[in-house]
């Protein structure tokens, strides 16, 4: 124990007398033989702060007669260091019941607490550079979106220009899916994903999943095979469905990523003792004995998935699993070896029963390219992303301002009164948050629909949108579609004279 720097203490709970062993002195920095042996002297060497809750922590263990475990921070008595202690100990009772004496250990574990301090600033960091990283790789590929949502707007283009146009949309929103994985796997590691929970059949859910990947499947001339029961089309989840069509997204788009040309993929759900069961399953590339207990783990990838399918960050299945324990599900892969395929498990519970019709499908459908007659604001730093939304605006039928800065985006506010205001966040001087709340200080901009498009897409960055009186953040890249469709759902408000607009219900829903 002295080699240890492990210290035992005996506490009298009838008088209160405290006895220690030499090491508890070394511990607490007191000079040996000048502790006074009490439970009030022992109070004294405990930091002010955390007094209170050694004192409730004790006492609950001695009144629930269990194990007292408490970790706090002591200020030494020669040096006045700050240290961290962890105390350990049980109480002991007489026949009747009544606590007699507690028994213990002290150590110091400064150095512990030094190092998962030190790791939560690592982490800390890690995501502060995700989400610079995230927010600087969206701005361009902003510009990029709408290009290909005004190309899609022209009518009578070639072949050729189609071709090269959808081969632009995949790549951008694979590029946008990456970025959207780094950040979730960051939130998902540090318990910080809340689902946004809805009413959702499972056939809602794999048909919109398998339509992400139908382009990657056509590509490669896979044979998909879809075996859905009907019991199991019906079953009826408590999910977020948009996490939930990603989840299953990442399965499809990996079997079909490691699959050979031409191979066959099948997708089967059926509904077992209560539980909705789907598998995927392919004859790949498989998965070798040696990386399959660690499939779900952060950056695993196998020599032969490299090979077969340079690129991807390893996070994927990582993502799968953890998102399908938030649901209460389990997901688990197996594999006869390399070259012999693989197959992937997912079991869910059902939704709590409630009146049928309670039930809603939460899928919403995406906004056609049709003309859109509104007054539009733009306001962005990055000029070419500024400059091709307010074309992608204009081509629908919008009047359209673009400005690129915080001031000139207030000054054309009050001159124009728009319908809607795209605001950018991260603007140099006067930003989108501060612009936004200058707006709405303003009579004539209480009614206006304030719309913030950035590449900042964390949930703080959203709330601090919220709180500064934002009607909806949407993250760069944005599909054309979701801007347009923000956009529309600006609604003319009858009771302002200077005609100004304000979003509507289905605008305030997307606030989620």
């Given at each position: ?13 009838r008088t ?9 002195y070394?511990?607490?920095?007191v000079?040996?033989?000048e502790f ?31 194990l ?15 240290r961290w202690?962890t105390?350990?100990?049980?109480a002991?009772?007489?026949g009747?019941g ?11 574990i ?8 030190a ?7 890690k995501?502060?550079?995700l ?8 701005n ?13 707007a ?30 979730d ?9 809340e689902?946004e ?16 990947c139908r ?6 001339s896979?044979?998909l ?11 009826v989840?408590?999910?977020d ?25 099948e997708?089967?759900a ?8 789907v ?23 196998s ?5 077969h ?9 990582s ?13 688990v ?10 197959e ?9 029963s ?10 919403p ?19 070419d ?17 673009v ?6 985006a ?13 605001l ?5 001087g ?17 009614a206006?629909?304030?719309?913030a498009l ?17 009607d ?11 801007l347009?469709?923000a ?10 004279r200077d005609g100004?607009?304000i979003?509507?219900d289905?605008?305030n829903?997307?606030?989620?």
């Amino acid at each position: 124990m002295r080699h240890a720097g492990l210290g035992t203490w005996d506490w009298d709970l009838r008088t209160n007398a405290v006895g220690w062993s030499p090491e508890c002195y070394a511990v607490f920095g007191v000079p040996e033989g000048e502790f006074e042996g009490s439970a009030a002297a022992f109070a004294g060497l405990v930091h002010p702060n955390d007094r209170d809750r050694v004192s409730s922590c004790t006492k609950a263990a001695i009144e629930q007669r269990t194990l007292y475990e408490c970790d706090f921070r002591i200020l030494r008595r020669k040096d006045g260091a700050l240290r961290w202690v962890t105390n350990i100990g049980r109480a002991s009772y007489d026949g009747d019941g009544q606590p007699l004496r507690m028994v213990g250990t002290v150590s110091d574990i400064t150095e512990r607490k030094r190092t998962e301090q030190a790791l939560r600033d690592e982490a800390q960091r890690k995501d502060e550079f995700l989400a610079l990283l995230a927010h600087e790789l969206r701005n361009p590929l902003a510009p990029v979106r709408m290009t290909v949502g005004l190309l899609s707007a022209r009518a009578g283009e070639d072949a050729v220009v189609a071709r090269c146009r959808d081969i632009i949309e995949r790549q951008t929103a694979q590029m946008a899916r990456l970025l959207d994985d780094l950040l979730d796997v960051s939130r998902l590691s540090r318990g910080k994903v809340e689902l946004e929970l809805t009413r959702v059949t499972l056939g809602e859910v794999l048909d919109a999943a398998l339509e992400t990947c139908r382009p990657l499947n056509e590509e490669q001339s896979h044979q998909l095979v879809v075996e859905l029961s009907q019991d199991a089309r019906a079953f009826v989840l408590l999910a977020d469905a948009a996490r939930l069509v990603g989840v299953f997204s990442n399965l499809f788009n990996n079997a079909a990523k490691y699959s050979h040309p031409g191979g066959r993929i099948e997708v089967s759900a059926t509904v077992e003792h209560g539980q909705a069961v789907v598998w995927v399953r392919d004859k790949g590339i498989g998965i070798s004995p040696e990386v399959l207990p660690h499939l779900f783990e952060l950056f695993v990838q196998s020599s032969e998935a490299r090979r077969h399918a340079p690129g991807g960050l390893g996070i994927g299945l990582s993502m799968v699993s953890r998102l399908v324990q938030l649901h209460g599900g389990s997901v688990v892969a197996s594999s006869a070896g390399p070259g012999r395929g693989s197959e992937f498990c997912v079991r869910l519970p059902p939704a709590p029963s409630v009146p049928a019709s309670a039930s809603a499908s939460s899928r919403p459908e995406a906004a056609a390219l049709q003309p859109v007659r509104r007054r539009v604001l733009v306001a962005d730093d990055n000029v070419d992303a500024a400059d091709m939304t307010a074309l992608l605006l204009q081509t629908l039928g919008c009047e359209v301002c673009v400005v690129n800065d915080g001031e000139s985006a207030l000054r054309e506010a009050d001159r124009l009164r728009p319908d809607v205001v795209l605001l950018d966040l991260g603007m140099p001087g006067l930003d989108g948050y501060e612009t936004c709340r200058r707006i709405r200080a303003q009579p004539w901009g209480i009614a206006m629909a304030l719309v913030a498009l950035s590449g900042w897409s964390r949930e703080e960055d959203r709330f601090r949108s919220r709180e500064a009186g934002f009607d909806l953040h949407l993250a760069k890249p944005v599909e054309p579609s979701v801007l347009i469709q923000a956009v529309r759902d600006a609604r003319p408000c009858e009771n302002r004279r200077d005609g100004a607009s304000i979003a509507q219900d289905s605008l305030n829903d997307g606030r989620r």
